[in-house]
Each structure stands twice: as C-alpha cells, then as structure tokens.
C-alpha cells in the first residue's frame, strides 16, 4: 500500500506539472496576442425590456489563439489575474470599446451606456486605477456619465478604504457602478447601504433557475425587492427564456441582458442589431 501511495504522489505531482505548464503556455501566448492586438472586444446589448430598446452594451473580451484555439474569457482571465496581463487586457477592452461606442452614439439620439468589468486584482492601487480610467475617457472622448463600472462583491471584500474612496471618486465623476454576479458572494448585506453603488446585476445562474412555471424564482424576487428598498437599480443578466423575461417584468425588474436578446456579438453584427432595433 506504502508503495502505492507512493505512485499515486508521482502521478500527482505530474499532474500538478501539466497543470502549470498548460498556464505558462498560455500566459507565453496570451503576452503574444496582446502585443499583437489580437484579442477582440464583443458587445452585448442591455434591453429595457419594457419598450424592447437598447439602453447601453457590456464589453466582453474574446480571444482565439492560433494554437490554443478558443479560449473562454473565465480561463483567460484568471491567468492573467495571476500574472498581470490583467491590465493591459482592461486597456484593449477600455480603449477598443470606448472609441466604438462613441461611434456609434455619434449617430443616436440616445446614446448607449457602456460597461467594462473590472478585475478586484486591479484595485491592489485604486487611486492609480482612477486616474487611469479618467485619462482614457477623456483620450476617447468618451462621457462619464455613460460610463458604467462592473466589479464583484469580492472587490469590496478583500480591499481597503482605499477602494471605497476610489469608487466614490469614480461616481464623483458621474460613472456608475455596478455590482456583477449579486448574490453569489457571500458577503454581508451591511455593505449595500453604505458603499457607493447604483445598480445590482443578478447573476445568471438565479435567472437560469426560473422555471416555465415561476418557480425557483425567490432569489431573483428578492434581489430586486433589496435593490428597490435600497433605491438601486436592478439588472438580470443570462435571459435566456421569454418567460424569465415575462417574470421580470412581472416583478418590475425592466433591465435585463441575454441570449433571449442576443449573445455578445462583434461591433458590426452590434451595428445590425442597432438597425433592426431602430427600425
Ligand atoms: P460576466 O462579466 O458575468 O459576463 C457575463 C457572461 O455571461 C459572458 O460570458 C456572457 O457571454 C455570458 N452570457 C450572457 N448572456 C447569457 C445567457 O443568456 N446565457 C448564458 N448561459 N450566458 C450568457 P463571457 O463573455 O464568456 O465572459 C465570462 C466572464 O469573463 C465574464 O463574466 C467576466 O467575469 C470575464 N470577463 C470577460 N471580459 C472581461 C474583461 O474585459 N475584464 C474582466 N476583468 N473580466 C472579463
Ligand atoms: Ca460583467
Ligand atoms: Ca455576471
Ligand atoms: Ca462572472
């Protein structure tokens, strides 16, 4: 048996091996494509759901490697969170979507919003942080108001006054900010009354639980009555179904993102949607 355990350490051991080489392949690649601009920026819309318009777009990045194939933003991400590639992937994002939306608000009566996520990895120095948002808004052009933050609970977790500060800095300047994946994180409620937030966005995974018939759907009820006690502003993202939809219209939750609407797509395929949403 001694012998065994003994074989089953080696074997884990390369395990643990292949595991660390798949990530130092990948982080050698991914350095690669962003110095060779390849990774892109897709679009998806945000729908007031009342009237079926487009209210702003989330930006989402997307990477396709010669070698690795398809790489799902989750994987690609959490590499470059453990090896800084987080903020020149925020850069691309911030610029790329910052001059497109522009573009397109250019010809719009209303303009889009535009939100870009944020990594908690990115607020180790929040004051540099915000100075940076504020100099690439201002390079592009780019209003604050329609500027919206998507960042975790863990964000709020694991950091400091210094993040506080930073994100009252950031709505100062007229950005907002959204809470994404709300009430997957386990933190204390008490946050919620006194941080500097607008909008809470519910994670898919409550959405996805709604059922033909309503049920399973306390969670999502709940979160949209909190935000409402607290006079926030609430958003459903992974739409998927018209009766999820009819549910959260039923339960005045009128924002709402998802496949139902349309996946995240590239600029142009955005600008096709914008036409037969216009028409
Ligand atoms: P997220 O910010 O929660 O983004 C929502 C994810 O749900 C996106 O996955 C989107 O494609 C997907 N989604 C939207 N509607 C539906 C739906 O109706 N059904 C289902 N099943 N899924 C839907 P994506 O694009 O693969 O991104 C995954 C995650 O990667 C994002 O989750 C975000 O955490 C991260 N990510 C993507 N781009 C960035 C970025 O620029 N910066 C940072 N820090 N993270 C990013
Ligand atoms: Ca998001
Ligand atoms: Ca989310
Ligand atoms: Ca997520």
Same mark, same amino acid.
């Given at each position: 048996?001694?012998?065994?355990?003994?074989?089953?350490?080696?074997?884990?051991?390369?395990?643990?091996?292949?595991?660390?080489?798949?990530?130092?392949?990948?982080?050698?690649?991914?350095?690669?494509?962003?110095?060779?601009? &390849? @990774?892109?920026?897709?679009? +998806?819309?945000?729908?007031?759901?009342?009237?079926?318009? *487009? =209210?702003?777009?989330?930006? %989402?990045?997307?990477?396709?490697?010669?070698?690795?194939?398809?790489?799902?933003?989750?994987?690609?991400?959490?590499?470059?969170?453990?090896?800084?590639?987080?903020?020149?992937?925020?850069?691309?994002?911030?610029?790329?979507?910052?001059?497109?939306?522009?573009?397109?608000?250019?010809?719009?009566?209303?303009?889009?919003?535009?939100?870009?996520?944020?990594?908690?990895?990115?607020?180790?120095?929040?004051?540099?942080?915000?100075?940076?948002?504020? &100099? @690439?808004?201002?390079?592009? +052009?780019?209003?604050?108001?329609?500027?919206?933050?998507? *960042? =975790?609970?863990?964000?709020? %977790?694991?950091?400091?006054?210094?993040?506080?500060?930073?994100?009252?800095?950031?709505?100062?300047?007229?950005?907002?900010?959204?809470?994404?994946?709300?009430?997957?994180?386990?933190?204390?409620?008490?946050?919620?009354?006194?941080?500097?937030?607008?909008?809470?966005?519910?994670?898919?995974?409550?959405?996805?639980?709604?059922?033909?018939?309503?049920?399973?759907?306390?969670?999502?009820?709940?979160?949209?009555?909190?935000?409402?006690?607290?006079?926030?502003?609430?958003?459903?993202?992974?739409?998927?179904?018209?009766?999820?939809?009819?549910?959260?219209?039923?339960?005045?939750?009128?924002?709402?993102?998802?496949?139902?609407?349309?996946?995240?797509?590239?600029?142009?395929?955005?600008?096709?949607?914008?036409?037969?949403?216009?028409?």
């Amino acid at each position: 048996a001694k012998k065994q355990g003994g074989n089953q350490a080696i074997v884990y051991d390369e395990e643990i091996n292949k595991e660390k080489n798949k990530k130092l392949r990948m982080e050698a690649r991914l350095r690669k494509a962003i110095k060779n601009q &390849e @990774i892109e920026v897709f679009y +998806q819309p945000k729908i007031d759901a009342r009237a079926d318009v *487009i =209210t702003g777009v989330e930006a %989402l990045l997307r990477w396709t490697d010669e070698e690795l194939g398809f790489v799902s933003p989750e994987v690609f991400v959490s590499v470059a969170e453990e090896t800084g590639l987080i903020h020149p992937l925020w850069e691309i994002a911030m610029k790329k979507a910052c001059t497109q939306v522009n573009k397109w608000n250019e010809q719009r009566e209303e303009p889009l919003s535009l939100a870009v996520n944020f990594s908690a990895k990115q607020f180790h120095d929040p004051a540099s942080l915000v100075k940076q948002v504020k &100099e @690439i808004l201002a390079e592009c +052009q780019f209003a604050p108001n329609h500027f919206e933050v998507e *960042i =975790t609970e863990s964000t709020l %977790l694991f950091n400091s006054e210094e993040t506080i500060k930073a994100l009252k800095d950031l709505r100062e300047y007229g950005i907002s900010i959204s809470i994404d994946d709300f009430g997957t994180g386990y933190s204390s409620l008490s946050y919620l009354k006194t941080l500097p937030i607008d909008c809470l966005k519910i994670d898919k995974s409550f959405i996805q639980d709604i059922k033909e018939n309503y049920c399973n759907s306390e969670i999502p009820s709940a979160i949209i009555n909190l935000a409402r006690s607290l006079r926030l502003e609430v958003i459903a993202e992974g739409v998927e179904e018209e009766y999820q939809k009819e549910f959260l219209l039923k339960n005045n939750c009128y924002h709402m993102q998802g496949y139902l609407f349309s996946r995240p797509v590239r600029g142009e395929e955005l600008e096709d949607f914008l036409a037969r949403m216009d028409a």
